[in-house]
């Protein structure tokens, strides 16, 4: 399973970003897909997770700025950011919790894509 994510970019303090992250491969059934990100220095840290079912989780420092949400016939996780803070400032990285047969079982990760907040 390879997971591709797109949408990191340079913006201003109080703007938006919409990232995706699509995954493919040998897929029986995706039961989470998620968004981490890691700041320089710092722990990778959960932004914002949905089950297949659409249920969300998100960090406390995310919640009402950042939608996540999921096309699953597409197996592709989006996150809508918005009045976004330098603090936000990390490399975001897309995650699949995959399910199926035991051979086809697994947590994968994407490459990353940076985003930068400006003050």
């Known amino acids: 399973v390879q997971l591709q994510a797109s949408g990191g970019g340079l913006v201003q303090s109080g703007g938006s970003l919409r990232l995706s992250c699509a995954a493919s491969?040998?897929?029986?059934?995706?039961?989470?897909m998620g968004w981490y990100r890691q700041a320089p220095g710092k722990q990778r840290e959960l932004v914002a997770e949905?089950?297949?079912?659409?249920?969300?989780n998100y960090a406390d420092s995310v919640k009402g700025r950042f939608t996540g949400s999921r096309d699953n016939a597409k197996n592709t996780v989006y996150l809508q950011m918005n009045s976004l803070k330098p603090e936000d400032t990390a490399l975001y990285y897309c995650?699949?919790?995959?399910?199926?047969?035991?051979?086809?079982?697994?947590?994968?990760w994407g490459q990353g894509t940076l985003v930068t907040v400006s003050s």
């Open positions: 949905i089950t297949r079912g659409g249920s969300t």
């Open positions: 491969g040998t897929i029986f059934s995706i039961n989470v």
């Open positions: 995650a699949a919790e995959v399910s199926g047969p035991l051979w086809a079982r697994g947590s994968y």
